[in-house]
């Protein structure tokens, strides 16, 4: 029940196009919802979040897309670049108590150029 | 803010040894993590903690691992006795309204 769960492992996208990465959880007292990004030799760092009384939350080129009653969540990257190459790590975190995270698997995105 | 600072930046070291990973948290945040990452297993939750008390350490993988958090600025995570199959990066991260973490240490134990 502390799973999250994402795909795809892996993702090759054309320079421009959308890379979609999507996960699923199933503990409801998750609150928060942090995309992180992970490039070689650094630590995740925090790339956009979302609660889950918001349905999208958008910034620049990434957005996430929330459906509460699925318990399913995404990151779109739109107008993908080969500086997008990286690690992306969904994850769900209880806000109370600490702020304990849960991280998904991991999809390693890589845009040709 | 200097952000989540972790030392040593890589260890290198003979199975049976002790190995100590040191974090300073952010000013401030009262949450503290660490997670271990490899290949094979990914991003492993070991232990956090909320105002240096230990809140949860399910995810410590057995009594070689301990963990403490003597005051709001440091955070150790010990192995001893240190084996090959701990060799991972450790990270560590920290909290108040946002996670963030630091840059990690690489340990190789041969």
């Given amino acids: 029940q502390q799973q999250v769960k994402q795909s795809p492992q892996s993702l090759i996208v054309q320079k421009g196009g959308i890379s979609i990465i999507n996960c699923a959880y199933e503990n409801t007292a998750f609150d928060y919802f942090p995309w992180y990004q992970q490039f070689p030799g650094k630590g995740p760092a925090l790339l956009i979040a979302i609660r889950p009384d918001v349905s999208e939350k958008k910034e620049g080129r990434f957005t996430i897309s929330f459906n509460k009653s699925a318990k399913q969540f995404s990151l779109h990257i739109m107008d993908s670049q080969p500086g997008d190459s990286a690690t992306y790590f969904c994850a769900a975190s209880i806000r109370t108590g600490g702020f304990k995270t849960i991280f998904g698997a991991g999809t390693r995105l890589f845009v040709k150029a | ?110």
């Fill in chain 2, 1 to 110: 803010d200097a952000g989540v600072i972790q030392s040593p930046r890589h260890e290198v070291t003979e199975m049976g040894q002790e190995v100590t990973l040191r974090c300073k948290p952010i000013s401030g945040h009262n949450s503290l993590f660490w997670y271990r990452q490899t290949m094979m297993r990914g991003l492993e939750l070991l232990i956090y903690f909320n105002n240096n008390v230990p809140i949860d350490d399910s995810g410590m993988p057995e009594d070689r691992f301990s963990a403490k958090m003597p005051n709001a600025s440091f955070s150790t995570l010990k192995i001893q006795p240190s084996e090959p199959r701990d060799s991972a990066v450790y990270f560590c991260a920290s909290s108040g309204t946002e996670q963030y973490f630091g840059p990690g240490t690489r340990l190789t134990v041969t």
